[in-house]
């Protein structure tokens, strides 16, 4: 259960045997303080050669996967989970891996997801944010839309610090059904 809730980065023998847990592997680099939802490297005074820029991504790849399945809820994943892992989810990764090439590695290092999607009817999937200046780097969102006589539409789409968050990127849009939704995380 460890496991999985730390995407494998805690062992249970990590927990049974703390002498374990104290000497570093590259499972280790990075912490997730909150499970699963942010990604840190824990030796900020290392060299530069030590940061794994390749496994970093991936790790931040998996949570935003893990965030916006725990934003769908159990009502409205099942539904649309093929859907978003094939049309989405490239998208969503493609945006995360655009910016974070053109931050430098001391950045990059820095950036944590947020702890908790919106629920009910907000938009919030996940913030990906720098952890020391507290500030958003990309904010990745899903809006309910309603066209007339069309029924119901998810709109993916994301906004980045590169614009003052003022422009929609769109990530794409899943249909739902004719009828009303659950909010979000039921």
Do not use: C
Not at 10 to 34: C, G, H, K, M, Y
Not at 122 to 130: A, C
């Amino acid at each position: 259960m460890v496991s999985v809730l730390t995407f494998g980065l805690i062992t249970p023998t990590q927990l049974i045997n703390p002498a374990e847990a104290d000497s570093p592997n590259d499972r280790d680099a990075f912490e997730v303080p909150s499970i699963g939802t942010y990604v840190h490297d824990t030796n900020h005074s290392n060299s530069e050669s030590e940061f794994n820029r390749d496994h970093f991504m991936e790790i931040l790849l998996r949570q935003a996967e893990q965030q916006s399945y725990q934003k769908f809820g159990n009502k409205i994943k099942p539904v649309i989970e093929n859907e978003f892992r094939d049309v989405i989810l490239p998208n969503i990764e493609l945006a995360i891996e655009e910016t974070a090439s053109r931050l430098p590695d001391e950045q990059l290092k820095n950036l944590v997801i947020s702890e908790q999607p919106g629920n009910g009817y907000t938009e919030k999937i996940f913030h990906i944010k720098n952890a020391d200046s507290g500030k958003d780097i990309l904010r990745f969102h899903v809006r309910r839309d309603q066209p007339p006589q069309d029924g119901y539409w998810f709109n993916f789409h994301y906004h980045s610090y590169e614009d003052d968050y003022q422009t929609h990127h769109q990530l794409g849009s899943i249909y739902w059904a004719k009828n009303t939704p659950p909010k979000w995380m039921s």
